[in-house]
């Protein structure tokens, strides 16, 4: 009997349930069980999910990215900024560099690519608009912010890349960047140069219109003194004080111009202040009188005779505003000079060509992305389904959905 019972113990060791005390030292992992168990709704649902990604990548609308590249032109720091850094040296100075705002010339050509303008001309040139399907103009402007990438290398090239369905008009889109970046140079004072002429080209406007003005005051005061010519004497008066008027004028103007990019300790803008000072005491000298010897022509001009003071006020006012006229125009002329010296031409090293390989949709990227998902959701379906049939051979979980569902749906109240 005792080797019968034995026999038994054997037969039924290998049916212990699960949990028992040896499945706990050598566990086999439960989840492949349960996989195994639904192993057919797993590889349905993973398959047509796989097949589903299929269908979705190849319905996908192809997109192709053309790229440019482009050197900006390098522009060079005022001599005062430069000299500055170049007495820090090395690391400090680049800090220090950075601290006063001096920022390399590519990165302002990516904020030039970056601009309103520039995406304005772009969204006009292509009917982006209706190309994209949008009525904002704000709203095209993301688009074709979304669609473009401007980077600045470590070399200092600037690459751009532009999206599109079309590979064709993705090179075209990305080449009239360039094409757009240079007509808005030519419209903006990027260099000190720049700056210098667009400063002089205002103060000669304003210059031209004042001679013009006074050219119609002297006029109406010849027909209405009778007077059209002066002897020498006044005359050279009047030449030598509109004269000094002008110069200082000028000086004034320069000097301006200069506290734009010099320090108050800059030697050149030190003797431009010193050469002004000068100026205004000789034109005290000469409207005045100030004592000492003095040649002719710095009579006071308040010695004229009484009945020509008006006409010659007039005709220093013009005399005046043509000499300043003069030295204003030649100021503008060195400027333009500058600027054409340092002119900022943007090259273009690679231009854009239409791609021949699609940048979108990765394919093979989606299918596996697809796949991955289905079967991580698969196996959450499968723990669900699990934790549901084990709920419903509870007892007690059946008693307390049974009274969820009465307390739900009855009008009972407590």
């Known amino acids: 009997m005792a080797q019968l019972q034995n026999t038994n113990f054997e037969l039924e060791a290998p ?11 050598t566990p086999f992992p439960k989840l492949l069980i349960l996989l195994a168990k639904r192993k057919v709704f797993v590889l349905v649902f993973v398959g047509l999910a796989a097949v589903s990604s299929i269908v979705v990548s190849l319905l996908l609308p192809k997109t192709f990215t053309a790229s440019t590249r482009l050197m900006p032109p390098q522009q060079n720091q005022s001599l005062s900024a430069a000299s500055m850094l170049n007495q820090l040296g090395g690391a400090l100075g680049a800090i220090a ?37 949008q009525k904002l103009r704000s709203s095209t402007r993301q688009k074709l912010e979304s669609r473009t990438e401007v980077i600045l290398s470590k070399d200092g090239t600037i690459t751009i890349s532009v999206e599109d369905r079309d590979p064709q008009r993705a090179a075209d889109i990305a080449n009239a960047y360039v094409d757009e970046l240079t007509k808005l140079t030519k419209t903006l004072a990027v260099s000190e140069a720049g700056k210098r002429r667009i400063f002089f080209e205002r103060e000669v406007k304003l210059a031209s219109d004042d001679l013009a003005a006074a050219e119609v005051a002297l006029k109406q005061t010849q027909l209405k003194t009778g007077l059209i010519l002066l002897d020498s004497q006044s005359r050279a008066m009047i030449d030598a004080v509109a004269g000094v008027r002008a110069r200082i004028a000028s ?98 090293l690679d231009s854009a060509i239409p ?32 934790k549901v049939e084990e709920a419903r051979n509870d007892p007690q979980f059946l008693s307390r959905w049974e009274t969820f569902k009465f307390y739900l749906f009855s009008t009972h109240k407590s």
């Open 355 to 386: 791609p021949d390989l699609r940048t979108s949709p990765k394919r093979g990227v989606i299918v596996m992305i697809g796949t991955f998902l289905a079967l991580a959701l698969a196996i959450l379906i499968v723990l669900l389904m699990e």
């Open 251 to 348: 000086q004034e103007v320069m000097v301006q111009s200069m506290r734009s990019f010099a320090t108050d300790d800059n030697p050149e803008l030190v003797r431009a202040v010193g050469e002004l000072d000068a100026l205004h005491k000789q034109l005290s000298r000469l409207e005045g009188g100030g004592g000492g010897n003095r040649s002719f022509t710095e009579i006071p001009v308040e010695k004229v005779p009484t009945e020509g003071l008006e006409y010659v006020r007039k005709l220093r006012d013009v005399k005046y505003r043509e000499a300043l006229f003069e030295l204003l125009a030649k100021q503008y002329e060195i400027a333009k000079i500058d600027e054409a010296k340092d002119s900022l031409i943007v090259q273009q």
């Open 97 to 133: 560099g950075q601290g006063l705002g001096l920022h390399s010339t590519g990165e302002i050509y990516v904020s030039m690519l970056h601009s309103r303008a520039i995406a304005d001309a772009m969204i006009d040139r292509f009917s982006l608009m209706s190309l994209y399907g």
């Open 15 to 25: 049916l212990r349930p699960l949990g028992s005390e040896e499945e706990s030292r």
